[in-house]
């Protein structure tokens, strides 16, 4: 007699804290990483940043593909964010955001490296 398979998906399985490990899950270990390392910090690991105001740091893209003549990337500390405001550029988004544009990496590379830190 032959099996039948269907293509139901995955069994959902557990974590070690008893919660059901799924997309949820990946959320909250995306925001645990986030919530670990200051944005400020990452962004010093790939350029020189100086004080531009309270809250905010200015400093050279951090992208490879964008040569800044002048300093045009600026980082928001109060909200953990930065915007590069070059012509042609405008990368923006948070502290994973930052390290994919600098490393040239996808979302989970970017997150182990930031949770060795």
């Known amino acids: 007699m032959s099996e039948v398979y269907t293509m139901s998906g995955p069994e959902p399985t557990v974590d070690r804290s008893g919660s059901f490990a799924g997309p949820a899950s990946f959320r909250r270990q995306i925001e645990a990483v986030k919530d670990g390392v200051r944005i400020e910090d990452a962004a010093l690991d790939y350029g020189e940043f100086r004080l ?29 964010h930065f915007k590069c405001f070059g012509i042609g550029c405008g990368a923006h988004g948070d502290v ?11 979302l989970w590379v970017a997150m182990v490296a930031l949770s060795q830190r």
Do not use: N, Y
């Open 96 to 106: 994973l955001d930052l390290v994919m544009l600098a490393e040239g990496c996808e």
């Open 52 to 80: 531009a105001g309270a809250g905010r740091l200015l400093g050279r893209c951090v992208s490879p593909d964008h040569e800044d003549k002048t300093p045009s990337m600026h980082i928001f500390t109060d909200d953990q």
